[in-house]
């Protein structure tokens, strides 16, 4: 089917601003900052602290749908932007609805960027802080049986290798993962990165542009904590609900994660948005990304009650 014509709509004006992602990764970043931004749903509590997780000052933001006292679950969300580019800001609309309307509590994890901080440090990051929820569960007045992962793009990557390496480490035990259009192998030749290689803002050039930023070399691209498809065995991990959109370079290995899991006795539940674009999660100019914002949301709900 055709591109969404809200989808157009987006890449059309990203079009006429010259936007790319590319380039300097510390001008674009600067320039992303300087975007205006959507302003989000209002949350009962919203805290920005700095946690001292696995010997790393991580900033995180934790939204809280009510000041009602109750104890309740916990999502530990991880931005996208290919390991480079993303921030707390960046996922501020997503992670309030996605608190408002699964009645989680949302901890989102600005962990340290490429090219600064190399792999593995992303993933390092992304599991300290998932552990420091856990273990301060009454202090952020969540249930720590009840705890869920979730992450758009690379963040998506970055949930399924949390999944993977708490499941390996004995803990903490995380049932539930949302990966939207995630990251999950280090290759360039699927049929979606040939279909979709340019024109739908993610291209093939800007993948590769940001997994050079993010491995210190190609080999590492094997590295489960990196392609968490490779990962020699994908069973008993948490229930997945993976989202992938038709123009997509990332479509195919999203999918054949889902497969993969599936075929290994996981639970999983794929939806692909057809006629969407790599980014259309939770952008309030797509009706599609509001709805599949709102689908997680019912799943974390359901997953987690």
């Known amino acids: 089917?055709?591109?969404?014509?809200?989808?157009?709509?987006?890449?059309?004006?990203?079009?006429?601003?010259?936007?790319?992602?590319?380039?300097?990764?510390?001008?674009?970043?600067?320039?992303?900052?300087?975007?205006?931004?959507?302003e989000g749903e209002p949350v009962a509590l919203v805290e920005d602290r700095v946690i001292d997780a696995a010997g790393e000052s991580i900033p995180v933001r934790i939204y809280r749908p009510s000041k009602d006292g109750a104890v309740r679950p916990v999502l530990v969300w991880f931005h996208g932007g290919g390991w480079v580019i993303g921030s707390l800001d960046g996922a501020d609309f997503g992670c309030r609805?996605?608190?408002?309307?699964?009645g989680c509590v949302v901890v989102s994890v600005d962990y340290r960027l490429a090219p600064e901080s190399k792999f593995p440090a992303a993933a390092d990051d992304c599991f300290a802080v998932t552990k420091w929820v856990a273990e301060h569960a009454a202090e952020l007045g969540i249930d720590a049986s009840k705890l869920a992962v979730g992450g758009d793009s690379a963040g998506g990557n970055l949930a399924a290798?949390?999944?993977?390496m708490a499941r390996d480490a004995g803990g903490p035990a995380i049932v539930f993962q949302a990966l939207v259009y995630p990251v999950t192998n280090y290759s360039f030749e699927t049929?979606?990165?040939?279909?979709?290689?340019?024109?739908?803002?993610?291209?093939?050039?800007?993948?590769?542009?940001?997994?050079?930023?993010?491995?210190n070399t190609p080999a590492e691209g094997r590295d489960p904590k990196a392609s968490p498809l490779q990962h020699a065995d994908l069973s008993k991990l948490p229930p997945a609900f993976v989202i992938t959109a038709e123009f997509d370079p990332l479509r195919d290995e999203g999918e054949a994660y889902a497969k993969a899991l599936s075929e290994c006795g996981v639970d999983v539940t794929h939806k692909r948005y057809d006629g969407q674009i790599h980014g259309f999660f939770a952008n309030p100019a797509i009706d599609d990304g509001l709805e599949a914002a709102r689908i997680v949301a019912r799943k974390l709900a359901e997953a987690l009650r």
């Open 1 to 38: 089917m055709p591109v969404n014509p809200q989808a157009q709509v987006v890449l059309d004006m990203m079009a006429a601003a010259g936007f790319e992602l590319g380039g300097d990764p510390v001008a674009l970043r600067a320039m992303m900052a300087l975007a205006p931004r959507p």
């Open 97 to 102: 609805l996605l608190a408002n309307e699964s």
């Open 161 to 164: 290798v949390v999944s993977q």
């Open 191 to 215: 049929h979606s990165y040939s279909e979709n290689a340019e024109g739908f803002l993610l291209t093939r050039d800007s993948m590769v542009w940001f997994w050079n930023h993010y491995l």
